[in-house]
């Protein structure tokens, strides 16, 4: 039997929550296109049947789903076309703007978090946010209000993927095509940190890429505004953030949280899509974010050995443990990324390392005479050496004797 547009939304909304891995989810779907037409069953019985969901997680999805329906019928001006995704606080769907005849994205608050002030804060909190910011690679807000007791966000509807779908199906970006987002991203970012916001949550989930290739930087609901100490004061020690990308300070739960944080996090996604895989893993959250604070990175060069040195160092200074040894805007990092894609080599990445040797090993002998020079003034020292340990050697050896024949004349 064919997947119903149920079975394909409630597919969806499992692997959004993280309910089940790609494969288990390809698993079942295959059984139910394979069941017989007498005894036909979902797909979420096929998931519960295989253990790859719980009872109360199909339950807590479809509830979810029932809710946000329920509560986007209710805003008024919209005709709501179907249901887009769902994240651990929000439903978004696909809607049309009747007054102006435009195709928009609703974001719902379920009615379990608008009981919660905190999350109807934050909730607001990110609507207000996102009207400061108007640029071509961030998802433009319209409008954030409340009907029928149920908080709303409309936003631009961003037809296309996000990026983190290509990397669910193990794609592996070409070094250009990844430069080419990154640099979108960047924009992005140097736009958001120049009103003084910093967005916390880059990640792939959050990067939308449109059949044009345009990409938008999406969901800023941990987005701080960078001079609110009240806020930032309330959050310390507390680590806002996804694991896998997430950087040093927002694990510690630094106060002073700036452009940096944002750069980590998008070197973290840029690492992802050169390499295939997160910059750090493990078993669990807390172990993942261990190694972001203690591991080295793996450069990643090193596991896709057909990029160039040139990339590699770019995402290493992004990924820099201490934040001063980052790039210290997004502007500087564009520069670099535009000196790359020219086949130039990263001049501030360098310089972030300091490694003006590695410059002059690029045009051949002053390395060299630089190693020479050390090399000789280390078997110098080590000649001075040999010479004051030889005549101790012989200074008391002259004593010895002295003694031997003093002792010999006396007897």
Do not use: W
């Not at 887009?84 to 439903?91: E, F, K, P, R, S």
């Not at 409008?143 to 199906?169: I, N, P, Q, S, W």
């Not at 969901?219 to 997430?246: C, H, W």
């Not at 770019?314 to 001063?324: F, G």
């Amino acid at each position: 039997m064919s997947e119903t547009n149920y079975d394909s939304i409630f597919g969806k909304l499992v692997l959004e929550q993280g309910f089940c891995t790609e494969e288990e989810l390809a698993r079942c779907k295959k059984q139910l296109k394979d069941q017989s037409r007498e005894n036909p069953v979902t797909l979420e019985q096929l998931l519960i049947t295989n253990h790859f969901i719980t009872p109360s997680q199909a339950r807590r999805i479809k509830d979810s789903t029932k809710d946000g329906k329920e509560a986007a019928e209710q805003i008024p001006g919209y005709k709501i076309l179907g249901k887009l995704g769902a994240g651990a606080m929000a439903i978004v769907y696909k809607a049309k703007q009747l007054s102006l005849d435009r195709i928009v994205a609703i974001k719902i608050l379920p009615r379990r978090f608008s009981e919660n002030p905190d999350y109807v804060m934050r909730f607001y909190k990110e609507g207000r946010a996102a009207a400061k910011l108007n640029h071509n690679n961030i998802v433009t807000a319209y409008d954030v209000g409340e009907a029928g007791g149920y908080h709303y966000f409309v936003m631009e509807y961003v037809e296309g993927k996000t990026l983190y779908e290509d990397m669910a199906r193990g794609k592996i970006f070409p070094e250009a095509e990844a430069i080419e987002i990154t640099s979108q991203v960047a924009k992005a970012l140097a736009h958001a940190h120049a009103r003084g916001l910093i967005h916390r949550d880059v990640k792939p989930k959050n990067i939308m890429i449109n059949p044009a290739g345009t990409v938008k930087l999406a969901d800023l609901g941990l987005a701080r505004d960078a001079s609110d100490v009240q806020m930032a004061k309330s959050e310390a020690g507390k680590a806002f953030g996804t694991p896998y990308y997430i950087s040093p300070e927002q694990i510690r739960g630094e106060i002073d949280i700036d452009a940096r944080s944002d750069i980590y996090s998008l070197g973290a996604t840029f690492y992802h899509m050169v390499t295939g895989r997160v910059p750090f893993d493990a078993s669990t959250p807390l172990e993942v974010m261990r190694k972001h604070l203690k591991e080295p990175l793996i450069p990643p060069d090193h596991i896709n050995t057909s990029l160039s040195a040139g990339v590699s160092e770019v995402i290493e200074v992004m990924m820099a443990k201490r934040k001063q040894d980052r790039y210290s805007s997004a502007e500087e990092l564009l520069l670099d990324l535009e000196a790359v894609r020219r086949g130039e080599p990263p001049l501030r990445a360098r310089k972030k390392f300091d490694l003006g040797e590695l410059e002059q090993l690029q045009q051949g002998r002053p390395i060299i005479e630089t190693i020479s020079a050390e090399k000789i003034h280390y078997d110098q020292a080590i000649s001075n050496y040999k010479v004051i340990i030889t005549v101790l050697v012989s200074a008391i050896a002259v004593l010895v004797l002295l003694v031997l024949f003093l002792f010999a004349t006396i007897k």
